[in-house]
């Protein structure tokens, strides 16, 4: 997939707080894309959280924080 619009996929980011929608976010300069439920960080509007379910961890739920900008894009699982 090509890289989406910065503002495209802050809008999503954004809606999906209501929505609760699962995405394959891919980060930049981050191999491997992360699978998760990302949402608007309420303590900053240019960044994000994910509380990410592609995890292999033992732990049950694990969260990121990341830039929007730094998103190369988004696909809604």
């Not at 209501?18 to 699978?35: E, L, N």
């Not at 994000?48 to 739920?61: A, G, K, P, Q, R």
């Amino acid at each position: 997939m090509a890289s989406e619009p910065r503002e495209q996929i802050y809008e999503l980011i954004t809606m999906n707080r209501q929505i609760g929608h699962t995405y394959t976010v891919k980060m930049k300069d981050i191999p491997s894309a992360f699978v998760g439920i990302p949402v608007t960080s309420t303590n900053d509007p240019e960044k994000f959280v994910m509380d990410l379910t592609n995890t292999d961890s033992d732990e049950e739920n694990r969260v990121i924080e990341g830039n929007i900008a730094d998103i190369e894009y988004m696909e809604k699982c």
